[in-house]
């Protein structure tokens, strides 16, 4: 009959009304300080999409660019709260957690790109995702975005044109010595204020990747990039304890997988955008390119190379062989 189909209905949509009651998906977190047009904004979405797209209606994964969430002096933090679930700071940005870390700030360490991937996948890169485990950080992976160019509002030739001169560095105490090693004043501050600090020249460079450098129009407000490729860029993409433990085990396999594939995604855009986007400076003709001849480049090496040795205690001279020997 007619009423008990509408009561049929009437007890179908209450039934489905309680049904999506209950299947609310979990909201995850995803922060980040970077634009969507980088190695680690495009990283990010496609972990999003991944996810929601495996687990459909069990969670969302909402990703917060360009610090507008959290920024560097809190990401961490909020983490361990478990305000966010994912972050994925520079490898610099760990020292309040381990100093293990500091290994990828020694400047010219390693060779290239493909060096610094040969010694994260290395057993010892391998080991060092777990460094921060005991403080209730878990490692998930790495992920890259390129080798660093100084910038500058004078060309940077020689370490002497650095002295005297203020640059902006993140928080790391062997980004800082590099700095003192030519005679410089490093100021470390967040990655949101750096456009500004140039642009009112309140200081007077910098040190970034070519997809930094572009998609924060760095380049805008600096004279000069020198493309002397003397330290890596890289990110780790971590999570809490409490959170990860906290999956069930077949979603977090599923939560794991969906990383890995958005990290090699990032990985390939990190290695296609160092060229492209410093075309997109070169072509911009705000800032001129300044190349080092071997000679010049020499005499970085010889003012920085010293720091490693002030810092060899804290990261182990091990580790140091290790990835010297992921250059050669
Ligand atoms: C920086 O602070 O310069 C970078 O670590 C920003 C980033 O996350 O790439």
Redesign the pocket.
Known sequence: TLKSIAKFATAASILTVSLNVFAEPVEIKFS???AENTP?GQMALKFKELIEQRLPGEYVVNVFPNSQLFG?NNELAALLLNDVQFVA??L??FERYTKKLQIFDLPFLFEDMDAVDRFQQSESGQKLLNAMNRKGVVGLGYLH?GMKQFSANDPLNLPKDANGKKFRI?ASDVIAAQFDAVGAIPVKKP?SEVFTLLQTRAIDGQE?TWS?TYSMKFYEVQSHITESNHGV?D?MVVTSNTFWKGLPADKRAVFKSSLDEAIALGNKIAAEKGNEDKQAILDSNRSKLVTLTPEARQQWVNAMKPVWAKFEDQIGKDMIDAAQAAST
Do not use: T
């Open positions: 980040h300080v970077v680690k560097d700071p520079s610099s940005k975005n993140m990655f970034n930094n860029l990110y």
